[in-house]
């Protein structure tokens, strides 16, 4: 037997009713509720009030709302079957959202950023009184959603898109408040430009974080809590096994790594009992040790990479 393959399914993969975002679907849809009512009742608040950080935090609502609604329809299109040309389905679909949620959040930041130094430099009259109406109604509203993505959160990309959203519309509506109390107190009018400010510089870190992340997943990147070099020590100190080659660890969708691995075995391990007790002690080490959904594992006697790489050229 000149070599081996196996599937072997490790703890830590996605609920059995599809990707780790598709548990949170009702979740996010209320969310999506919540935030659209917000975002009406603030554009009204902005042609009352005239305040940039009101309008600053509607803008942002509204793009909450787009990314929500993308976090939803990604879950939709990852969940489908996999089949034809498609053998891991959509599950990417999800990682893509996150990443177009990013660019959501960096546009919306940078257009706050700009607008704020403008009023910096022209402030105009805002009125306190019911700016700060209007920046509560966001901060428990958004509180309410983030109550409902907190965990998800932990758990996808996704939605960790659609939460960071929300907790900078959290934010921005703590700076709404905020400004206007100082506003009415101080009569310091340069306080809204400067909650602004306040809120673009929250939103643009945060979500450099998220992208980088998308962008691992994407470039096949092995998942960050997945040591490489701890992997292939599990591996090569198993009884049997004298090599390995081309290890290979990435992430389909959040919630489900993926790994393969060529193993470089004993021959007397090839035999049918060794090379299903192998297989067998190879699905072990990472089913104990690391969070791996899915395993590829092809058994090779010594020298067989050698002379499989003369007969391909």
């Known amino acids: 037997m000149g070599a081996g393959h196996d599937h072997g399914h490790a703890h830590g993969g996605p609920p059995p009713t599809g990707t780790a975002a598709a548990a949170y679907r009702g979740r996010l849809r209320i969310a999506l509720g919540i935030t659209l009512s917000v975002l009406v ?172 992340e998308a962008l691992d997943v994407l470039l096949e990147a092995a998942p960050r809590d997945v040591d490489m070099d701890e992997v292939r020590a599990h591996i090569t100190a198993l009884p049997g096994v004298t090599g390995l080659h081309d290890l290979h660890v990435w992430t389909i969708t959040s919630g489900m790594p993926v790994l393969s691995a060529h193993v470089v075995v004993d021959r007397e391990a090839l035999d049918s009992a060794g090379h299903e007790r192998m297989l067998r002690d190879l699905q072990g080490c990472l089913g104990q040790h690391f969070a791996v959904e899915h395993c590829t594992f092809q058994l090779e006697p010594g020298g067989y990479a050698e002379r499989e790489a003369r007969l391909c050229h």
């Not at 009742?41 to 600053?56: F, H, K, Q």
């Not at 389905?89 to 990443?99: F, N």
């Not at 959040?105 to 009125?127: M, S």
């Open 41 to 212: 009742a603030e554009i009204v608040g902005t042609a009352l009030t005239g305040s940039l950080a009101l309008l600053a935090d509607a803008g942002h609502m509204a793009t909450d709302a787009v990314g929500v609604g993308m976090a939803l329809v990604a879950i939709h299109f990852a969940n489908r079957p996999s089949g034809g040309r498609r053998t891991y389905g959509y599950a990417r679909a999800e990682i893509l959202a996150a990443v177009l949620n990013c660019l959501l959040l960096l546009g919306v930041g940078g257009y706050i950023l700009f607008e704020a130094v403008q009023r910096l430099a022209a402030p105009t009259e805002v009125p306190g009184g019911t700016t700060v109406v209007f920046g509560l109604v966001g901060v428990v509203a958004n509180l309410i959603s983030l109550s409902l993505l907190m965990r998800g959160q932990k758990e996808s990309l996704n939605v960790r898109g659609a939460f960071l959203e929300v907790l900078s519309d959290a934010l921005g509506s703590l700076a709404v408040v905020i400004s206007a109390l100082v506003i009415m107190a101080t009569g310091w009018t340069r306080a809204d430009p400067v909650a602004s400010l306040l809120i673009g510089l929250m939103i643009v870190p945060r979500t450099l974080k998220l992208l980088r």
